[in-house]
């Protein structure tokens, strides 16, 4: 289990970059996403995917007392999740 303390500050400015965080605890934080994406397109095919632009997502994870920004730019973008539970982020933040 990863344990991220104090001010831990995930910014994603580059396009067709993501971050995940599995099983971690995340305390006292500022998870912003910041990315810009333009003319973009995230698509998952087939069983249990998952496709993200510019996207921070955390499953399965212990967020406490943590600030939560998306100021995430999306223009053009086609996001598109095709089959049986997929998912497809664009410029998003996902907490499971």
Known sequence: MKTFTSVAV???ASIMSFNAMAESKVN???ILNKSINKANT???IGKN???STGSIN???SKVNKSIILNKSINKGNTTVA???ENTASTGSITIE
Request: proline share 0%; net charge neutral; glycine share 6%.
């Open 42 to 44: 995230t698509v998952a």
């Open 10 to 12: 995930l910014t994603i």
């Open 58 to 60: 955390i499953k399965d």
């Open 28 to 30: 006292k934080s500022i």
């Open 49 to 51: 995917n998952l496709a």
């Open 82 to 84: 095709i089959g049986e």
